[in-house]
């Protein structure tokens, strides 16, 4: 029995389907913290939305330490256990899905062994802390034939989609400009402490991979391959104070980083992150000129879509418009709520756990939509050129294997 989807103040229900009748999904998460609870409010959250689901996730078992950590964390997210031991969610055999959302230094070995193991594999972004080591997780998932994403959420924002189908339907024409901008404030203190994000080794890069992988990526997506950057960075605190070793410890990544990209198609733009622009909570900005129209989005007001058409009529009320991009034909939003009723940044990993669990029960493909490993190694490649452009002061190729 089905119902008939409407605009407006509907029950969005579809097909009527009995909850015995739906199988559930092993997930094992890998990091108790920020991700971790991200992602494992989006494993929750997905057959509530998403009504019925191909199946059930069924939250085995999360990873962490300090084990009185990763203890409360599995009774507040809802897993059946935990552990201190990332290889007990790669051995367990009731999970199908390894999730991880640690810090970069560890992504590349679970997620190879995962993919040894026939486990389906999330991994956060940036996918590796440098191209040769995302090679390695890319060979592995083709080498293993395991479903994989590489979590570029942003791709998954409604209007993101919409913008990426307005382009694929020509309504740009040819492309001439992609301009994006990704700001945050919260190291400017100079008495913030060394972390992580800030060791090179843990890390790969700072501004660059925590905050520009996310607009490489969506230059990529929206716009196409790049071809070659040109980059400057600065680290404008040298040095910071570690809790851990209680002592001053130099600080080896970016804080902030500028890049003027040219793609495949002929088209150019600009990419610039920053985590030292006081009043930038989490500003994520796009702009892409064409031939026959503009389009912007930016992430703080994420259901919004601005749009300019160049032939639009009548002439006098031609201009940017915003599209509020929440009616059921906008992409995802057949099952979200009724229109103008908006989501937000958590509800972009309802939307992974959804084409993760689709990719692997339906066959529902991932690409171009949904970012793979693929996707993480290209984009890690880029990344180091960027990097090896800003050392050496030239252009530098964007070459992939």
């Known amino acids: 029995m089905t119902e008939e989807k409407k605009v407006g103040f509907v029950a969005m229900t579809s097909e009527k389907k009995a909850v015995e009748s739906i199988p559930e999904i092993g997930v094992g998460m890998i990091g108790h913290a920020f991700m971790g609870k991200a992602h494992s409010n989006g494993w929750k959250q997905m057959p509530y939305i998403f009504w019925p689901p191909a199946a059930i996730p069924k939250l085995i078992k999360i990873c962490g330490i300090p084990e009185s950590d990763v203890a409360e964390a599995s009774r507040r997210f809802g897993y059946e256990g935990y552990t201190t031991d990332w ?15 640690t810090p970069n230094y560890l992504h590349a070995e679970p997620a190879i062994e995962a993919a040894k193991a026939g486990k389906h594999v999330i991994s956060e972004k940036p996918i590796a802390r440098n191209a040769a080591e995302a090679k390695t997780m890319r060979d592995a998932v083709k080498k293993y034939n395991v479903k994989n994403i590489c979590n570029y959420n942003y791709r998954m924002v409604p209007a993101v989609v919409l913008a990426k189908n307005l382009i694929e339907d020509g309504k740009l024409g040819k492309l001439f400009h992609f301009r994006a901008r990704y700001l945050q404030e919260w190291i400017i203190d100079p008495e913030f402490p060394m972390i992580w994000r800030l060791r090179k080794a843990e890390c790969g890069s700072g501004a660059l991979g925590d905050l520009g992988s996310h607009i490489i990526d969506l230059g990529r997506f929206l716009c196409g391959e790049f071809k070659a950057v040109s980059a400057v960075a600065r680290t404008f605190i040298k040095e910071r104070y570690s809790d851990e070793s209680g002592k001053k410890e130099k600080v080896d990544v970016d804080d902030a980083v500028a890049a003027a990209v040219e793609f495949e198609n002929g088209a150019i733009g600009t990419i610039e992150a920053s985590r030292f622009c006081p009043g930038r909570k989490n500003f994520n900005a796009i702009e892409i000129n064409g031939e026959k129209g503009s389009i912007w989005w930016d992430l703080e007001n994420m259901n919004n879509l601005h749009v300019y058409w160049r032939d639009e009529e009548p002439e006098a009320t031609r201009g940017f418009h915003c599209i509020n991009v929440t009616e059921s034909y906008h992409p995802y939003y057949d099952q979200w709520w009724p229109h103008g ?24 493909p991932l690409e171009p939509y949904v970012a793979t490993f693929e996707d993480g190694y290209r984009n890690a490649v880029i990344c180091d050129a960027i990097i090896k452009s800003a050392e050496t002061g030239r252009k530098e190729l964007c070459i992939f294997e």
């Open 87 to 101: 290889k007990e969610i790669i051995n367990d055999d009731k999970i199908q899905i390894v999730d991880n959302g």
């Open 341 to 364: 009723h908006i989501i937000g940044w958590e509800n972009t990993f309802v939307h992974t756990a959804l084409n993760m669990v689709n990719a692997i029960m339906l066959g529902t």
